[in-house]
């Protein structure tokens, strides 16, 4: 058990729908970071926000938006939803210390299994 | 973006040894070297981390070269629990931040 949890674990929808994924980091974690890992694209980072920022994006589509909240558990949203989104959300997060050089050690949640029927 | 390219798969048998190694030939100057494990359908585990020389801890240990453009995981003994995708991990700092690209990985089969 990694600390991070995900809600809920399975979710399936139907194309043109929005849902929301949620992610609490493990205590004292400060970052987290979205990934979408399906079949074909591998493990895809999308975004990461520390401390309620948003700090670094990746490819993220724009019908996709996330946020972190003063608790500093995250929620990512996705809109308009297509057939090709089905695929595996994780978050992770990370303890601080990077940002001062120090290495970045992610810690990655069970993951949000999204069908778009 | 820091690229980092590894064998697609790899085969072993139980109770051998496994390297797997890890190009990323334009790692930044302050960035560590990280490897995960995944299992399907669950979230990638850290394994291990090491900036230069080597790294042992209770599972594996990672062999960094003086250029730092390589580095290879060992994992000593396999066991068919072991079977799994293996991923390295180098990141790109930008003012503070940290975008990480994950290749496709490394899936090892163990085979008993």
């Known amino acids: 058990d990694s600390g991070v949890t995900q809600t809920p674990k399975h979710l399936i929808t139907a194309t043109g729908q929005r849902v929301t994924l949620r992610c609490s980091p493990r205590?004292?974690?400060?970052?987290v970071y979205w990934y979408q890992q399906s079949l074909d694209q591998g493990l895809q980072f999308l975004i990461q926000?520390?401390?309620?920022?948003?700090?670094a994006k990746g490819n993220i589509l724009e019908r996709f938006s996330a946020q972190q909240f003063p608790d500093l558990h995250s929620e990512l949203n996705l809109s308009s939803l297509e057939l090709g989104d089905s695929a595996l959300y994780f978050c992770?997060?990370?303890?601080?210390?990077?940002?001062?050089?120090?290495?970045?050690?992610?810690?990655f949640g069970p993951g949000t299994r999204l069908t778009v029927l | 973006l820091a690229k980092t390219t590894q064998p697609i798969s790899m085969d072993s048998y139980e109770g051998q040894e496994v390297n797997i190694t890890c190009s990323h030939n334009?790692?930044?100057?302050?960035?560590?070297i990280t490897w995960y494990q995944q299992f399907p359908s669950q979230g990638p585990r850290f394994i291990i981390q090491?900036?230069?020389t080597k790294v042992t801890n209770e599972v594996a240990s990672l062999f960094i070269p003086a250029d730092r453009k390589s580095s290879t995981l060992s994992l000593p003994r396999v066991s068919l629990s072991d079977t799994a995708v293996y991923y390295c991990?180098?990141?790109?700092?930008?003012?503070?931040?940290?975008?990480?690209?994950f290749g496709r990985g490394t899936s090892l089969i163990v085979h008993p």
């Open positions: 992770a997060s990370s303890p601080p210390g990077y940002e001062a050089g120090g290495p970045n050690t992610q810690y």
């Open positions: 205590s004292g974690d400060l970052s």
């Open positions: 926000y520390y401390n309620g920022e948003e700090r």
């Open positions: 334009n790692i930044a100057t302050n960035d560590y």
């Open positions: 090491g900036y230069k």
């Open positions: 991990l180098v990141g790109d700092r930008e003012g503070g931040s940290y975008i990480p690209t």
